[in-house]
């Protein structure tokens, strides 16, 4: 299984939009993934080669 490519192909599992991409501005060694309606949110550390989701929805 290719998690990065994965990753990468992320969708909202709410509202299915494409997920919005943010670097983390002080150490770049992880990535944020988020839906810009605020539902979900994952965070991808390639050093860790593992993502932590937050699924926003209550
Ligand atoms: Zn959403």
Known sequence: ???LKL???EKCP???KTLETKHS?????FVI?????GHYQKEFHPSLE????TN???
Not at 25 to 29: E, F, H, T
Not at 50 to 53: H, S, V
């Open 1 to 3: 299984m290719n998690l």
């Open 7 to 9: 990753f990468i192909n």
């Open 14 to 16: 709410k509202c299915n």
């Open 25 to 29: 501005s002080i150490l770049s060694a």
């Open 33 to 37: 993934k988020y839906c810009s309606e």
């Open 50 to 53: 593992t993502y932590i989701e």
């Open 56 to 58: 926003k929805v209550s």
